[in-house]
């Protein structure tokens, strides 16, 4: 970099340049804080049970934040230090406590910090449903569950979770999905002989682990983050696991970036008690049963396409219950308050043995 002139780098005065900008960033994220503690305020001045975590205001600042970036950093980089700003600021409004799939280090975990960022408190659950009854309780306000694998499919517990449950998806946060052969120091490379993971991440591995881990025992854990903490002390072991289990257990990468498809993410959700306003990109997801008849899949989509809805899934799941013979699970573009996705679900329903609409939310920004 050179400035106009052409004089040579002078780095003492960039250094001093960034403290004089650093000191500016510092008065004006203060000065955002402050405004933040001065909506919590206002939200409790004309509510007393006020919610203070909008994920719609969200959603619409870190857009705005991706619209407006100058550069030279990166759109994403940008939004990610906005949100850790935000997340600060809603401690300062009140801490809010999240429950995810644990156990720590995760790649549920890794997602609930990018939705709400690292001021959030967020609670390792063994279980999909012990996330759903801890938000249930109000033991935590949102819960962080995956719900499909662009590799896998769909997280079938999550959405039999929801079949039972009354909370509402509040939002959505996209993961690439990145696996690593993982050692510890204890571990010799050359006698590798036993690979620890989750069933979904072998899978997702599978053609990597017969070209390169062939006579290896593959051995199926709860989670990652457990295939990453029984490594610690096997000489002839190695975990299939991604980042922050690497981190959190100190393991070393034999091979990065393993999983057979490169463009592996997976999709998480984010549960609370509350509905959503709209944000301007939003999504609705509803879950609808029909009696097992000819024809049912066919009413069931035709308002969506006669409406122009744009659907982004559609899963169908086997009922739990004598009443429910098929359960469809449709994500659309839209939100409930809007008069075409309030008239087509209204068809809907009137077509359905029943429907429950699961929440309207932002569509996931980062
Ligand atoms: O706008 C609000 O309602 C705020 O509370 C402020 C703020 C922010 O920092 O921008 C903080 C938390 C909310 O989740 C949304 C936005």
């Given at each position: 970099m050179s400035d106009s002139s052409n004089a040579p780098l002078d780095l003492a005065a960039l250094r001093q340049r960034i403290d004089t900008i650093d000191s500016e960033l510092m008065r004006l994220i203060s000065e955002r804080a402050d405004c933040a503690q001065q909506v919590a305020h206002v939200k409790t001045a004309d509510?007393?049970?006020?919610?203070?975590?909008?994920p719609e205001r969200e959603a619409q600042v870190l857009r705005r934040v991706m619209e407006n970036n100058p550069g030279p950093l990166h759109g994403e980089e940008m939004a990610r230090l906005f949100r850790e700003i935000m997340s600060a600021c809603l401690a300062l409004e009140k801490p809010i406590k999240v429950a995810y799939l644990?156990?720590?280090?995760?790649f549920t975990q890794q997602a609930a910090l990018k939705h709400f960022g690292h001021s959030a408190i967020s609670l390792p659950m063994a279980a999909i449903d012990e996330v759903f009854r801890e938000v249930e309780a109000g033991a935590v306000n949102y819960g962080v569950v995956p719900v499909e694998?662009?590799?896998?499919?769909?997280v079938n517990n999550t959405l039999d979770s929801f079949m039972d449950s009354g909370l509402h998806i509040s939002g959505e946060v996209v993961l690439r999905i990145h696996h690593h052969l993982l050692m510890s120091s204890v571990t010799r490379q050359d006698k590798i002989s036993r690979i620890y993971s989750h069933p979904q991440s072998f899978a997702q591995c599978r053609k990597w682990l017969d070209a390169h881990y062939p006579h290896a025992e593959r051995v199926a854990v709860s989670s990652n983050a457990e295939a990453a903490r029984l490594v610690?002390?096997?000489?002839h072991s190695a975990a299939i696991a991604g980042d922050m289990a690497a981190q959190l257990y100190g393991l070393d990468h034999v091979?990065?970036?393993?999983?057979?498809?490169?463009?592996n993410s997976t999709r998480f959700l984010i549960i609370g008690n509350e509905l959503v306003p709209p944000s301007g990109t939003d999504k609705t997801s509803v879950v609808v049963a029909m009696r097992n008849e000819p024809g049912v899949l066919h009413d069931l989509l035709e308002p969506f396409h006669r409406h122009r809805v744009d659907m982004t899934r559609l899963e169908t799941r086997p009922s739990r219950?004598?009443?429910?013979n098929y359960v469809f699970f449709i994500d659309f573009k839209g939100?409930?308050?809007?008069p075409d996705i309030a008239s087509v679900l209204a068809e809907v329903r009137g077509r359905a043995q029943d429907m429950k609409v699961l929440g309207s939310y932002p569509v996931g920004v980062l």
């Open positions: 509510d007393p049970d006020a919610v203070f975590y909008r644990g156990p720590e280090g995760t694998n662009s590799t896998e499919g769909v610690k002390t096997e000489w091979a990065e970036k393993i999983e057979d498809r490169p463009d219950t004598g009443a429910w939100h409930i308050d809007q």
